[in-house]
């Protein structure tokens, strides 16, 4: 039961569903279900939920008692964050371009520029601005 209980307790700690958590470590919801009612679980899943939850499997499974012994350090970014900087990694300059502008319009941020596209930039965006 201490790992039911500890995975529950941590997911709540960070104010995260078990859906959410599924989804920020790229597993099926019924696979973090199976871990928080101690059902046979892959260790590999067990690994990044305690990372994501910033903690170590050997916590969630009563080893220690410190959740944050040996602990990696919490990401720099959230899984979203890392999504959204892979996938921005694929864009064209153009793209890029745009999601910045479209990313400091929502924010509040710096005033928009003159173009969100270089002349002549190429890109989706501009391919579609066209049609």
Not at 18 to 34: F, P, W
Not at 68 to 79: G, L
Not at 97 to 125: C, D, F, K
């Amino acid at each position: 039961m201490i790992l039911s209980e500890r995975v529950r307790d941590r997911i709540t700690a960070a104010g995260l569903t078990q859906a959410e958590l599924a989804r920020r470590v790229n597993v099926t919801q019924g696979a973090i279900a199976k871990i928080a009612k101690n059902n046979p679980y892959r260790s590999s899943v067990l690994h990044l939920v305690a990372r994501e939850l910033g903690t170590t499997p050997a916590y969630l499974t009563g080893e220690t008692d410190d959740p944050t012994s040996d602990a990696p350090q919490p990401p720099s970014m959230n899984s979203e964050e890392r999504e959204l900087f892979d996938h921005f990694g694929n864009l064209a300059p153009a793209d890029r371009r745009a999601i910045l502008q479209i990313a400091r319009s929502l924010a509040g941020g710096a005033p928009p520029s003159e173009t969100v596209h270089a002349r002549g930039g190429g890109g989706n965006a501009a391919v579609q601005e066209k049609m």
